[in-house]
């Protein structure tokens, strides 16, 4: 009798035992390496990822790429940007020639399943799909474009979500698909498709790069939610966890006030624990993700800001894209930005 008890919580604790899964697989490889490769939009990206004059890359999805090798290594020179497209991203994510994808990728169920066995740590982005049309047609609406030619990238929710809008509201259209962004963007402004369609986002980046930006309108309506978020592959918690808190530690930072020009004189005189356990001088979360330092977000913060001041820096209103916070604005203003609790 006494065996079976004893071997019943044998059982037991072998069914609960922690699944030693390669918690660090990638993780390890990117330390080994040195350097973390951020797969990031080609260079046609104002805003969210552009290279400048001496080839650095700038914008919104570089800095997140660059706060998450401050995590890792401390340091956020530490990347490697290689530009990838709508069609080769997921290759180059599942083959490991990225580690991490910033490049204004949609968490959806079937990415993030094990058809593709991607995981998405945290969203960095809310948007949703929208369409450009040139003002001239005088449209004010997606439902006025019955029999349009669409042009639209292939292997994104765009190409999909389009299809299905026309066909919930028993439109007509026809899709000009292609690949490469400066081809469809051109595609557009010489008229080789009646409209372009995309995130709302990427649509207020291509707008700037347009012969005549001021003659093209972005409508209304929103076809579809696109939360765009890091991507990485499934099977690493390690790498899971620096992702998602270098980013939660962006959105907490501006939720406490917390910004570039006062983390350091912050960080020196606050007595909020909640406060003094971000930024590292007590307790040691830095640890609890195998982050390189305890105050991994200290650095973050010092380096670049917090999430509204990367937002403001490069996609914001004072800005080509011009770009109102809305949803990606902290939940304490009405926005969907919100970290869960650093303890
Ligand atoms: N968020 C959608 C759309 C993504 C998308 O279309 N991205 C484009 C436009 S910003 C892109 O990355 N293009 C890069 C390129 O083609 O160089 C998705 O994940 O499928």
Known sequence: MMWKGIAAAAAAMIAFAPVAAEAGRDLDQIKQRGTLRCGVQGPSNPGFGVPDSQGRWQGFNVEICRAIAITIFNDPTKVEFVPVTTQSRFP?????????????????????????????????????????????????????????????????????????????NNLRFTPVVIADLDEIRRAY???RCDVFTNDFAALAAQRTLLTRPADHVILPERLSKE????????????????????????????????????????AASATNPVIRRLLG??????????????????????????????????LGTNTPLGLERGMNNIWTRGGLLYAPPAR
């Open 189 to 191: 402004d010489s008229g």
């Open 281 to 314: 001088v007590e307790g040691n979360m830095g640890e609890s993700i195998g982050a390189a330092r305890a105050d991994y977000a200290r650095t973050i913060i010092r380096t670049f800001g917090n999430y509204g001041e990367i937002f403001e820096r490069h």
């Open 227 to 266: 939360p765009l978020a890091v991507t990485i592959r499934q099977g690493d918690e390690e790498l899971t966890n620096i992702v998602a808190w270098t980013t939660f530690a962006l959105i907490d930072a501006e939720e406490m006030g917390i910004t570039q020009a006062n983390v350091e004189q912050i």
């Open 92 to 168: 180059a994510l599942s083959s490991g020639e990225v580690d991490v994808l910033s490049n204004n990728t949609t968490w959806t169920l079937t990415r993030d399943s094990a058809v593709n066995r991607f995981n998405f740590p945290a969203i960095t982005f809310y948007d949703g799909q929208a369409i450009m049309v040139p003002r001239r047609l005088n449209v004010t609406s997606a439902r006025q474009l019955n029999g349009a030619t669409v042009c639209v990238q292939p292997g994104t929710t765009t190409e999909l979500n389009i299809a299905d809008f026309f066909r919930a």
